[in-house]
């Protein structure tokens, strides 16, 4: 990541074959326990951004999130932290063969405005889902956890009808019971949920992809992919 002036960054992976993850991101939460997150609504992120190509392989974007994937114990000054429900409000781009809805009639690919809304379960709860990732390997009842996973998860998301290349001014807008997509301060899509719980800023671009698809496939690795970069200016 390189600050090119005051408020204003430039996030930039190097191009490369398929087989080793590409990464840049500003966040705000590293080292934070996940209760600690800084954001909850009402809140509200709002920067310009434009991104060096359309159709980068691999996924980008800014917003809040619960940061749900990651497993720390501790070590290196990071906080501790186990798997969680997503929590997510964000303008998020994904490229195929990405599928990362739970809904089928909703949009997986492309820019997206998107949310997550799940209740938040203690770890003790969450660990026998653990039991059953073997059960993913399997078609069938992977589709079957995918539907159970859609019933407990809210989410949705719409496609954003917008150049990326050029600035834009992007603003996402929490309040408890909804959350509001902007573009150059015209609404673009409001939800009636919002994420729950604590909540960090990221923003990020790499060249990774993950798919939960309707037939019960589940992919996940990284793709090639040439320089690209997102740029961020929070001088709004």
């Not at 930039?12 to 996940?34: C, E, M, S």
């Not at 929490?174 to 800023?201: H, K, T, V, W």
């Amino acid at each position: 990541m390189e600050e090119l002036s005051t408020g204003c960054f430039r996030l930039a992976i190097p191009g490369g074959l398929a087989g080793h993850y590409r990464w840049a991101q500003l966040d705000d939460y590293a080292n934070l326990k996940r209760e600690n997150f800084l954001w909850k609504a009402p809140c509200s992120l709002e920067l310009k951004a434009r991104v060096s190509t359309k159709n980068l392989p691999g996924t980008w974007g800014f917003g809040f999130w619960n940061d749900p994937f990651t497993a720390s114990q501790g070590l290196a000054g990071m906080a501790r932290r186990l798997p969680a429900l997503p929590n997510t409000a964000w303008f998020f781009y994904a490229s195929a063969p990405n599928y990362l809805a739970l809904q089928d009639d909703h949009p997986a690919q492309g820019f997206l405005a998107a949310f997550f809304s799940s209740p938040h379960l203690p770890a003790p709860l969450l660990a026998p889902g653990l039991l059953a990732l073997p059960l993913l390997a399997w078609r069938p009842s992977a589709r079957l956890l995918r539907r159970l996973a859609s019933s407990l998860i809210v989410e949705d998301s719409a496609l954003v009808e917008v150049d990326p290349t050029q600035w834009q001014t992007y603003r996402v807008e929490l309040e408890p019971q909804s959350s509001r997509f902007y573009i150059n301060s015209r609404l673009i899509s409001e939800f009636p949920q919002a994420p729950r719980g604590a909540l960090g800023l990221v923003i990020w671009i790499d060249n990774q992809y993950a798919a939960f698809a309707p037939d019960g496939r589940l992919k996940s690795g990284t793709l090639p992919n040439p320089p690209g970069w997102l740029e961020v200016d929070f001088n709004i």
